[in-house]
């Protein structure tokens, strides 16, 4: 009798020390059962199907398979969905998810600019504005100015000291290209403008603006204000006086580009007036 309960006792704990090695594998705590109801919730009477689908085969079999464990799973689901350029709300919950089992924010940002070299820079751009939310200790104590320099993908550059008296406000600008067709990224805070001014040429000449980011103005003289988002493209002829700057409660970005003439040169007038600028939303 004694050794049947010997060897009971034996195989309780070899039983055990396997449980428990398996556990240190794959974590230090058994799982909490993950459970989603997402699926029911938004799509339940549309899709029925696809919410069953959604919640109890995705996520309460697949994601509740210990085969490998939820922080791995998470990392290749940020993985996989940064790859296709999803980076909408479903990339911030996979993020939120991956921070809760465990990824820390320097893990996050390795994962992210690992996955850039293989799915392309722009996705790692879009996938860190969203994990700096997630991960966003230290994201509260940035500027401003920081954290608008975040949404470009060009760099705000240095404050435009040499142009200050032709602007009302701050503007920076970064040289983008200086070689073939000279391009500038010009930023301005809010309010800032820059005054009526004309680019002069015999022939040719003038200037391109790109709007890379915020929200912003142009206007020609003796017509409308034109707002500027992200995309937004203005030709600017020669001998046209304009003037161009942000909304006054948005950060504004814009390409400047040069455009070759002959005997070009700029000419800068009165300043843009406050109330003439405080009629702009």
């Keep these: 009798m004694k050794k049947v309960l010997i060897l009971a006792l034996l195989l309780t704990f070899t039983t055990n020390t396997t449980i428990a090695a398996t556990i240190s594998r794959k974590g230090t705590s058994p799982m909490k059962k993950i459970t989603q109801t997402a699926g029911r919730t938004q799509l339940g ?13 995705l996520f309460g079999e697949n994601w509740n398979n210990q085969d490998i464990d939820t922080k791995t799973r998470s990392i290749i689901t940020m993985t996989a969905l940064i790859s296709q350029g999803i980076t909408d709300s479903s990339l911030k919950y996979h993020l939120q998810n991956a921070k809760n089992h465990g990824v820390t924010k320097e893990e996050a940002a390795a994962i992210i600019t690992n996955t850039a070299f293989y799915a392309g820079w722009p996705k790692a751009w879009a996938a860190f504005n969203l994990a700096k939310e997630v991960w966003a200790e ?18 705000i550059g240095e404050p435009n000291n040499a142009y200050a008296k032709y602007f009302i406000g701050q503007s920076y600008i970064a040289p983008v290209s200086t070689t073939q067709v000279k391009m500038s990224n010009v930023t301005f805070e809010p309010k800032c403008r820059n005054n009526w001014h004309i680019h002069h040429a015999k022939q040719g000449g003038g200037q391109m603006l790109i709007a890379i980011g915020g929200r912003g103005y142009y206007q020609e003289w003796g017509k409308e204000p034109v707002e500027m988002k992200p995309g937004d493209v203005i030709n600017i002829p020669a001998n046209v006086k304009h003037w161009h700057g942000a909304a006054p409660d948005n950060w504004f970005s814009h390409i400047a580009v040069e455009i070759d003439g002959d005997e070009t040169s700029n000419e800068w007038l009165e300043a843009v007036g406050d109330e003439e600028y405080g009629k702009l939303k």
């Excluded at 549309?46 to 069953?52: G, I, M, R, S, V």
């Excluded at 509260?140 to 993908?153: F, G, P, R, V």
């Design 138 to 155: 230290q994201t509260a104590s940035l500027s401003e100015k920081d954290k608008y320099a975040q949404t470009i993908m060009f760099p």
């Design 45 to 57: 009477n549309f899709a029925p199907e696809f919410a069953h689908f959604n919640d109890d085969i």
